[in-house]
């Protein structure tokens, strides 16, 4: 995946974001005190999803249970499950960075030695075919790793003509099949679960999600102790809703009042969630998650934060779902959730979960990068009294200088001239805060 954050004019600072898959993305940077506009959130990659992805979903009034607020699921989300046949020579990766054992790397062999058989679909009679020439190419060309979904691009007979692939191979576990006829079948049976929807590009962003869905399609066959074909039905044609539809719920759900959701995740304080369905709960755990940035900063900055955060409020942010409206307590909030939070709202009139999806990763991005600026203007300030009037210039005018402070405060514990620095910042910002306030 190569993440695209769209940024105003201003000399470049290197930026590395860490994502799940370790892979990382060089960011551009603003100068200080230079904010991006909301109008800008919405330029660029969010245009171009919102442009090749076919509605996702419409309206829904904001407010009542999860049920209630199901978006229409859009004409081309399909599914389809292959049971593979073929024999594959197992490799193993490398022992992980914990010591852990590494994962089974399953070699792929040439077309013509292995085959995909239908176990059930939704998609039309005539587009199947189509769909499994696709993947035999795909398969064909390397490894595949169990539980780890790829993402490409089909071109089908549908109406969007070009949708996104996702792709995974699925092992149904062995422990089953051992009160069953161990002997008969020595190794577990492989399938390829396929999901189509969107674009490419929009699936990409979901690729985590349908890797945790996949996990949970075990899980569930595990439970069933049945056929995988028994119990697949209902759990894969609501993968749509399940895995990529969550966000644009949340939004629709607490509309203005979902910048205090995003101050939440922001800045690490605990929320709980009272009076709400599961599925309600999910949601707004899940958008939690992601709005977050964790695996974004640092494993211990971001535990360190978690406890400081805890202990300075020594409450939790609760939410109360009993009415037609969710009701906050001891909710924070800013400038720059308020900015975003508009941002969302200004997509929902299309309806697109996709972009909605798109437009949380680049307000993860852009706290990212202030972030980021804010660290080298406090080393600066280390050794130019002018550089510390530069950082309170950058607080004052990013729109969350309360919370990025924090972040800062709790990397720099350590270091006497920073945490100078640092307690210099927090006494400008509060005479600020009083003279605002008066």
Known sequence: MEPTLLLTSGPPLPLTVKWENNQSAPLASHPAGHSRSRKESLDGDDKELESSEEGGGGGGSGSGSAEDRKPEQPPSSHFCLYAYHGSRSPTQRGDSDDGSPGS?????PSAADFSLSLVDTNLPSEVEPELRSTLTKRLSKGAVFEGLGNVTSAELSLPDVRVGCYYCLFQQDKPLLERAAAELLPDPPEYIVCFLGGSEKGLELFRLELDKYIQGLKTNVDGEEGSLEACTKSYLSNWFEAAICPVQRVVHLFQEKLTFLLHAALSYTPVEVQEADEKTKRDINGFLSVASLQGLIHEGTMTSLCMAMTEELRKSVVINCSGTQPQFSNA?????????????????????????????????????????????????????????????LFLKNCGSGDILLKIVKVEHEEMPEAKNVILALEEFMKEAAVVQAS
């Open 104 to 108: 089974l790397t399953l070699e792929t």
């Open 332 to 392: 924070g909030s800013n400038r720059f959730c308020e900015d975003w939070m508009q941002a969302f709202l200004n997509a929902a009139e299309g309806g697109n979960p996709f972009l909605f999806r798109q437009i949380l990763e680049n307000f993860k991005l852009k706290a990212i990068q202030d972030t980021n600026n804010l660290k080298r203007f406090i080393r600066q300030a280390e050794m130019n009294h002018y550089a510390l009037f530069k950082c309170y």
